[in-house]
């Protein structure tokens, strides 16, 4: 069993950034494969970043170059470092812990944290 608890979320400008961080808990979170998502109102819920247990990272076309993804494993922690944030970056962001499947797929995750807003103004 994982727990998951983001936090780092909050209202700012267009061009501004934000770094949100996931506490996890339990002994073998390096065995994990960790995924930011988001998701607004109408909209499904995307994956932005993933950081897999092997080491490799994707990001969505949404946020290259503008979000990074990082992981301590000794912290039991992954962080999203976000920069020049959009109003369309506006979502309630989650943390999720995968034990495999596709990194994009929401389905292959296993533990959720409950999220943080992220709220961006124009």
């Known amino acids: 069993q994982v727990q998951l608890v983001e936090s780092g979320g909050g209202l700012v400008q267009a061009g501004a950034s934000l770094r949100l961080s996931c506490a996890a808990s339990g002994r073998t979170f390096s065995r994990y494969t960790m995924g930011w998502f988001r998701q607004s109102p109408g909209k499904e819920r995307e994956c932005v970043a993933a950081f897999l247990w092997s080491g490799s990272t994707f990001y969505a076309d949404s946020v290259k170059g503008r979000f990074t993804i990082s992981r301590d494993n000794n912290k039991n922690s992954v962080y999203l470092q976000m920069n020049n944030l959009k109003p369309e970056d506006t979502a309630l962001y989650y943390c999720?812990?995968?034990?495999?499947?596709?990194?994009?797929?929401?389905?292959?995750?296993?533990?959720w944290g409950q999220g943080t807003q992220v709220t961006v103004s124009s």
């Open positions: 999720a812990a995968s034990n495999g499947g596709s990194w994009r797929n929401a389905k292959s995750y296993d533990y």
